[in-house]
Nanobody, 122 residues
C-alpha cells in the first residue's frame, strides 16, 4: 500500500528526494513517518508529520538538512535530503498510521513501505 522510491547513490554534500506514494490509503488522513535502518543498527525515526496540523518532527541528526512535506493532490509524502553525509547511508522506509499528535517511534506505525536504499559516498 505504501511505495517508497527515490533512493540511490549520492556524494557527500549532495541531495536526494524520497517519495512515499500510496494506493488504497489517503495519506492526508494519516500521520506519516520516514525511518531508516543501517546495517547492524536499529530502525530509527528520521522525520514525521502529523495528519492534521502539519506538525513535523526531525531527528537531531537531520535537522536543518532534511525536510518532510506532503502533496495531497498526488497522495505523496516527500523527504528532501540535502547536505548528505556518509552516516545517512541506510535503507529508508515510509510508514503511515492514524495517530493522535506526532510521534516518530517505529512501533507506533502499522503500514509500511518496502524501503529504498540510500548510499552516500564520502
Amino acid at each position: 500500500q505504501l511505495q517508497a522510491s527515490g533512493g540511490g547513490l549520492a556524494q557527500a554534500g549532495g541531495s536526494l528526494r524520497l517519495s512515499c506514494a500510496a494506493s488504497q490509503l489517503h495519506l492526508d488522513d494519516y500521520a506519516i513517518g520516514w525511518f531508516r535502518q543501517a546495517p547492524g543498527k536499529e530502525r530509527e525515526g528520521v522525520s514525521c508529520i502529523d495528519s492534521s496540523s502539519g506538525s513535523t518532527y526531525y531527528a537531531d541528526s537531520v535537522k536543518g538538512r532534511f525536510t518532510i512535506s506532503r502533496d495531497n493532490a498526488k497522495n505523496t509524502v516527500y523527504l528532501e535530503m540535502n547536505s548528505l553525509k556518509a552516516e545517512d547511508t541506510a535503507v529508508y522506509y515510509c510508514a503511515a498510521d492514524h495517530l493522535d499528535g506526532i510521534t516518530c517511534w517505529p512501533w507506533a506505525y502499522d503500514y509500511w513501505g518496502q524501503g529504498t536504499q540510500v548510499t552516500v559516498s564520502s
